[in-house]
């Protein structure tokens, strides 16, 4: 289960509708659910690079790059199909 947990606003698109950009906390159950998470993958938001998830079941941390990607915050290594 994805849950957002927490979020600041560091911005708006210029789309219609528009949407917000933020620096996001969230948490997973499980490893496998970051695949799921991307930039867009929250309806009327946009993911910014420092977002942070914690995946509960192993303690790990990962933070989003620049670049979308979700980089392990214990290894330096970026999860598979992100």
Known sequence: ????RDCKQVGMTNTFPP?????????VDEEEELESITTTSIPGFI???GSIVWV???GAFYAMTSGGQWKSQG??????GT
């Open 47 to 49: 993911l910014f690079q």
């Open 56 to 58: 509960i079941s192993t």
């Open 19 to 27: 949407k917000k950009i933020i620096i996001a906390d969230i948490q």
């Open 1 to 4: 289960m994805v849950t957002l």
């Open 75 to 80: 290894e330096g290594e970026s999860s598979e």
